[in-house]
């Protein structure tokens, strides 16, 4: 990209170099639409760039927003394992026994399960408010929950864009290298008397 600007804005804009191309083919015209090209490439590159900031910002969300609400999660399992012990049967509705899933999807349906059956049972929540879980305490952990699926749709839909942004950027570059390479090509053999404009245009000149 940075040569490919150096040579094209110095062959546009310098007359030693016009005047020469000019005579090859490559005249003010020829000059601009190869211009025209860069910028769709740079462009191309700012929003890939950007797209892929995006991205990364969305998956530390998620990721923030998951380990907050696995914390919380985890904790209110823990007492409610204490506080239904003996009950087997909360114990099944709020899916107190065994590990916590590790896939996203595993992980919401525990967790759902847990806040909506436990705000829903007196039972429980009678237990629970011995051990200082409160209905606000299960509403607000169901909350960070849902912000959670919430915020890994985001992620997808970033991860997304900035897979096509990549895309995008790759195919400018690769008109912009199939012109430049004829371009360059041109620019060696019209410039070759004199070395010194070669090197305006940030060509190296064999010795």
């Known amino acids: 990209m940075a040569a490919a600007q150096l040579a094209l804005s110095n062959a546009r804009t310098d007359g030693d170099l016009?005047?020469?191309?000019?005579?090859?083919g490559?005249?003010?015209a020829r000059l601009d639409e190869g211009w025209a090209?860069?910028?769709?490439?740079?462009?191309?590159q700012q929003r890939q760039t950007r797209e892929y900031g995006e991205q990364y910002a969305a998956s530390d969300a998620f990721t923030a927003a998951r380990e907050a609400?696995?914390?919380?999660?985890?904790?209110?399992?823990k007492i409610a394992r204490i506080a239904?012990?003996?009950?087997?049967?909360?114990?099944?509705?709020l899916v107190l026994d065994g590990p916590r899933k590790r896939t996203l999807a595993g992980w919401l349906a525990q967790a759902r399960q847990f806040y909506a059956n436990a705000q829903t049972d007196a039972a429980v929540l009678t237990a629970l408010a011995q051990f200082g879980v409160t209905p606000e305490k299960?509403?607000?952990g169901q909350a960070q929950v849902e912000g959670v699926e919430g915020l890994a749709a985001a992620q997808k839909?970033?991860?997304g864009e900035a897979q096509q942004a990549t895309q995008a950027r790759d195919a400018a570059l690769e008109v912009l290298d199939g012109w430049m390479e004829d371009f360059l090509a041109i620019a060696r053999i019209a410039l070759e008397e004199n070395p010194q404009w070669l090197e305006k245009?940030?060509?190296?000149v064999r010795s």
Request: no cysteine; glycine share 6%; net charge negative.
């Open 157 to 159: 839909i970033e991860t």
């Open 18 to 24: 016009s005047g020469p191309l000019a005579d090859f």
């Open 26 to 28: 490559y005249d003010t």
């Open 37 to 44: 090209l860069y910028q769709a490439a740079a462009e191309a």
């Open 201 to 204: 245009m940030g060509l190296l």
């Open 84 to 93: 239904l012990k003996q009950e087997r049967g909360a114990a099944a509705k």
């Open 138 to 140: 299960l509403a607000a």
């Open 69 to 77: 609400a696995q914390t919380e999660y985890v904790r209110y399992v």
